[in-house]
């Protein structure tokens, strides 16, 4: 069965923090990149951080470099997102990932399965 859960998103002020939280299937878990996209209201969704199957490869946009985190526990079939330092332009909803390789990319098209999203709204 093909299944990615979010979970862990809310309604914080800036300069908090959230986890997000993604249980995966078997299926789309392994051996694949795992990666955390979002979409803020009117925009196009975004690659927000990848990490490979092994865990010791990361990617990160720019914007997040330094406040977001992403890791994977392979026993449990699931991917997490730590956000410290949220901002207001962090508002979105996020969506968990499965990749085709065990290599993560920025590339959306590169990513097979996906969640439903989980919403997080940051207020200043």
């Known amino acids: 069965q093909v299944q990615l859960v979010e979970s862990g998103g809310g309604l914080v002020q800036a300069g908090a923090s959230l986890r997000l939280a993604c249980a995966a299937s078997?299926?789309?878990?392994?051996?694949?990149?795992m990666g955390w996209f979002r979409q803020a209201p009117g925009k196009e969704r975004e690659f927000v951080a990848g990490?490979?199957?092994?865990?010791?490869?990361?990617l990160y946009t720019d914007s997040v470099k330094g406040r977001f985190t992403i890791s994977r526990d392979n026993a449990k079939n699931m991917v997490y997102l730590q956000m410290n330092s949220l901002k207001p332009e962090d508002t979105a909803v996020y969506y968990c990932?499965?990749?085709?390789?065990?290599?993560?990319?920025?590339?959306?098209?590169?990513?097979?399965?996906w969640g439903q999203g989980t919403q997080v709204t940051v207020s200043s």
């Open positions: 990932a499965s990749h085709w390789r065990p290599s993560p990319s920025i590339v959306m098209s590169e990513y097979r399965y």
């Open positions: 990490i490979s199957w092994s865990g010791d490869s990361t």
């Open positions: 078997v299926i789309t878990f392994r051996p694949y990149a």
